[in-house]
């Protein structure tokens, strides 16, 4: 009978204080319908003492159920978040040929895979080594995938260095070999440690270098910072899987789990 009771009241003073505030716009619109003029105190739709009672009225309601006001916030954040996504998914759908098609872009797998990956990425981002473990184990147990991979340096002037290095050795045809070894190694992404790992591949070092510092690998990386923050994206790691966003390190079988649940979709 408790709950009852309980449960009456909030609805009850929900009720009431939507009440006054209906009463309260629809005076206050015939008010202002019948005059510009700036109102006088005796012209207001209420007493001092009416509004005085009415805003304890609506404060004591409030202490007496301070759920009503978090149930507001987390409405008013599920709102938000909501937007954010459909924005994000606007900015997909405007730079779709650049993520899913640009020749620019590196890729592994399938070519005709039936389900793209999109990976956004720093070379000294922790979770993003771990995210490595599970694009390499993706790519190998799934043939009909196909996985491309944007660089996305946000963390360090290394970061940048390392990310120009990685392209720099797409023009020599071993940006995946450069990657991996940019992904398993500790070592700081300095010059002289991408030129060794350089070395170890077998690339002309001197080339690799002077790549590094062209205008189209720098307009590149320009443009992977642009589409990102169009979809609201400020920290690595981010994926793309199909037509779903997903912000921050998925294990394995969640990964895995996805990719599914997006070719149930596709049927």
């Known amino acids: 009978m408790a709950l009852i009771r309980q449960t009456g009241k909030k609805l009850m003073g929900s009720a009431a204080i939507l009440a006054v505030m209906v009463g309260f716009c629809g005076v206050g619109s015939m008010a202002h319908a019948q005059s510009q003029t700036p109102a006088s105190s005796s012209d207001l739709p209420f007493t001092e003492s009416q509004r005085g009672a009415m805003e304890d009225f609506v404060r004591n309601f409030i202490l007496d159920n301070p759920e009503v006001l978090i149930e507001s916030v987390n409405r008013m954040h599920e709102k938000e978040q909501q937007q954010k996504e459909k924005e994000a998914k606007g900015a997909l759908d405007e730079h779709r040929q650049y993520l899913y098609e640009d020749k620019a872009v590196p890729e592994i797998g399938n070519p005709k895979g039936d389900i793209t990956i999109i990976e956004f990425f720093d070379y000294n981002c922790g979770y993003c080594k771990r995210a490595y473990d599970v694009v390499n184990k993706t790519a ?30 797409s023009k020599q045809g071993k940006y ?18 991408l030129a060794e790992m350089g070395k170890k591949l077998g690339l002309d070092v001197e080339k690799l270098k002077k790549d590094a510092e062209g205008e189209d690998i720098a307009k590149e990386l320009e443009k992977n910072k642009e589409v990102a923050r169009s979809m609201g994206l400020s920290g690595t790691p981010a994926f793309i899987v199909g037509d779903e966003i997903l912000r921050g390190f998925v294990e394995y079988e969640g990964f895995k789990a996805i990719i599914a649940d997006q070719r149930k979709k596709a049927k």
């Open 176 to 193: 995946w070999e450069f990657h991996q070894e940019l992904m398993s190694s500790p070592a700081p992404k300095t010059e002289e440690n």
């Open 140 to 169: 190998e147990n799934d043939k009909n995938i196909k996985i491309r991979l944007i660089e996305f340096p946000i963390l360090s002037p290394q970061s940048e260095t390392a990310s120009k290095w990685a392209l720099s050795a």
